[in-house]
């Protein structure tokens, strides 16, 4: 028992081994591979593949790193991602400093913890996708020139929870990103710049979206037309399974569409905290700034 204990305190004290690419491996993944939680792993300038992130706690830190490739998508072997965080053994993750170029650079399944800080991704499809997952901290990011395709939405930051079996999207932070997006024509699926959404059940509740900049323009029909900030609900019980999220504070100006709701029901309002948006939901629209205090 006291070997134990002896053991335990001993691990928590460690501190943590710095690993750098490429001087100890020439690949991002070898060092992920051994890396140990609370382990950071500095990464050189270079272009490198990316890595799939199932050790938590660990720390990457990218200095005039790019990631250009990386593993392939496991529903979709025509899109590459960055970093991929497939579970909750990716919970506590940072990933930070690093230019992007794939088509989604973040993408992260059923875990908690992650910060996602300070990178450039350069036309992802979707800059950071967080699905089901919880206490991410998006912040500082800049995210420029959002595609998207016919069988995908395009978006800068994508938050969904897809079924009611799977763990809510919950209390979850963007906030000071930059993200543009222009398009020459509309496809079947409208881009967007951030997105909450609840799907087949899931339930989306107590994010914070506050002090981004985002503009999203292009030409073609009203319907499929860019937006900064959709919220989407299906099917739309609101009430219960998307609530208590606030959005504020943002600079919306220039986008097509400011902020959309799908379907287009005033309980969006009715059941979160939307206000002070520079664009047409200014101060007074939404509840009072004294009410809303977004806590960073």
Known sequence: MLTSVFTNVCAVNTPPR???????????????????????????????YGAVLDTPNLEIRGFGAVIVDGPLHDSDPNLRIGFFCPNSLSSGATIGGFSFTVDLPIFGRHCEFVTVERNTMIQPLQGVTCVSGSRWSIIHNSIYGIKNVSSYYGAGVAIYSLASSDPSACENLVAFNTITGDFPEFRELPPIGIWLSSQGGGIITRNKIVYNRVTMTGNGPQLFAPAAIVMSCVPPNIQSLFFDNKVGFNDLRGSILEIFYFPWVSAFEDYNDISMNLGTNRAYDGIIPNVFKPVI
Request: charged share 25%; proline share 6%.
């Open 18 to 48: 710095v690993i750098r690419v490429p001087q100890d491996f020439s690949t991002i993944q070898d060092a992920v591979d051994v890396a140990s939680a609370r382990d950071i792993i500095i990464v050189g300038p270079g272009e490198y």
